[in-house]
């Protein structure tokens, strides 16, 4: 099964808001609430930042939040600040007890 | 505050077996909310689920390496391990452990901080 289709970079300025989408089909994205956004700084673990769709674990800033439309999920990030600079990853319930990522967004802020 | 540590060779030959442990402290593996996961991540490059265990046992496996994986648990170490056979280079990666929440492919929300394995002869 190929990867959720995410954009491989994204920008912004501080200050402002940037979006990354994450892209699947009706089997996956689409078909469950079980999407996860991850951040990962390099040579770290991911961080986990939304599950089930648009829900923030305890001590993730309210500057990050997640939706979905359809097959294609999306993460928020506003007010940029240097420290949001790194990869988000996504991923989804994909059925048949298995889980899928995205292929990741290099988020750089300007 | 739970921890979770890989601990394993760091290299590995061709066609041998890839084996990690994964210790969890500063909580219970033995919990029913849980699910501990395998995760990879080859160089440069996206993640990977490998798959999951319950600490009675069960297991789940992404499809496309089932063939070669096995998970299991010794909760009296608090302990879960991965045997990933015939490896070959496409299996170089970070490999994480990590626990997942209420069941096997849900969310993640605390990892190890991963080690890299290399296979090379």
């Known amino acids: 099964q190929s990867a959720l289709t995410q954009p491989p970079s994204a920008s912004g300025s501080p200050g402002q808001s940037v979006t990354i989408s994450c892209t699947g089909t009706s089997s996956d994205v689409g078909g469950y609430g079980y999407v996860s956004w991850y951040q990962q700084h390099p040579g770290k673990a991911p961080k986990l930042m939304i599950f089930?769709?648009?829900k923030r674990p305890s001590g993730v800033p309210d500057r990050f939040s997640g939706s979905k439309s359809g097959n294609t999920a999306s993460l928020t990030v506003s007010g940029l600040q240097a420290d949001d600079e790194a990869d988000y990853y996504c991923s989804s319930y994909v059925g048949r007890s298995n889980l899928l990522f995205g292929g990741g967004t290099k988020l750089t802020v300007l | 505050q739970l921890q979770l540590q890989e601990s394993g060779p760091g290299l590995v030959k061709p066609s041998e077996t890839l084996s990690l442990t994964c210790t969890v402290s500063g909580g219970s593996i033995s919990s029913s909310d849980y699910y501990w996961g395998w995760i990879r991540q080859p160089p440069g490059k996206g993640l990977e689920w490998i798959g999951a265990?319950?600490?009675?046992?069960?297991?789940y496996y992404n499809p496309s390496l089932k063939s070669r994986v096995i998970i299991s648990v010794d909760t009296s170490k608090s302990q879960f391990s991965l045997k990933l056979s015939s490896v070959a280079a496409s299996d170089t990666a970070v490999y994480y452990c990590a626990r997942h929440v209420a069941y096997s492919t849900s969310h993640a929300d605390y990892w190890g901080q991963g080690t890299l394995v290399t296979v090379s002869s």
């Open positions: 089930e769709v648009s």
């Open positions: 265990i319950y600490y009675r046992g069960t297991t």
